[in-house]
């Protein structure tokens, strides 16, 4: 299998949620090459290294963009770099998977959640994650 699978999380959004991008990516894989393994990475905090520039991260970030076949996001804790990544996708015509788990309440953006395109899949537990995951990339090929 070749499909290229870009996974979008918050990086200086916050970092509370790396474990389960990490879980996820895992998961991921089993469908394809995930581009994007760093974003699970337990050892990048919000600060970020300093061993690339924005400019570098910037570039090659729309370019994996450009190179995937489907962008699957966990968009619980608010990242203006997740929503901006979303918003490419969709304007190349990338299926989109958003993947939120309500935390204190807090809802999720009316910009993805209101956007009829977008896969929105509210989800409580891990397993409910991975069954939202199994049926995006089953409403693909079917
Ligand atoms: O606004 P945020 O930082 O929360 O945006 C997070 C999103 O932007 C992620 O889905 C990433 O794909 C992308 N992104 C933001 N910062 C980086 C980054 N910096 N590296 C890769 N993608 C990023 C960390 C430094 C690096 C040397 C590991």
Not at 14 to 25: C, H, K, L, N, Q
């Amino acid at each position: 299998m070749n499909r290229k699978i870009y996974f979008a999380g918050s990086i200086r959004g916050g970092r509370a949620d790396s474990e389960i991008y990490s879980r996820m990516i895992a998961y991921l894989s089993a469908y394809g090459e995930v581009l994007t393994e760093h974003v699970g990475s337990q050892a990048l905090t919000a600060a970020g290294e300093d061993v690339v520039t924005d400019e570098y991260i910037f570039q090659r970030d729309i370019h994996w963009i450009r190179k995937a076949d489907v962008v699957v996001a966990e968009v619980s804790t608010p990242s203006i770099g997740v929503g901006y990544e979303i918003a490419t996708a969709e304007k190349m015509h990338k299926p989109v998977l958003c993947l939120y788990r309500e935390k204190d309440g807090r809802k999720l953006s009316a910009m993805i959640a209101g956007n009829a395109v977008l896969h929105i899949a509210q989800y409580a537990t891990f397993e409910e994650a991975t069954e939202e995951i199994d049926r995006f990339f089953r409403s693909l090929d079917g």
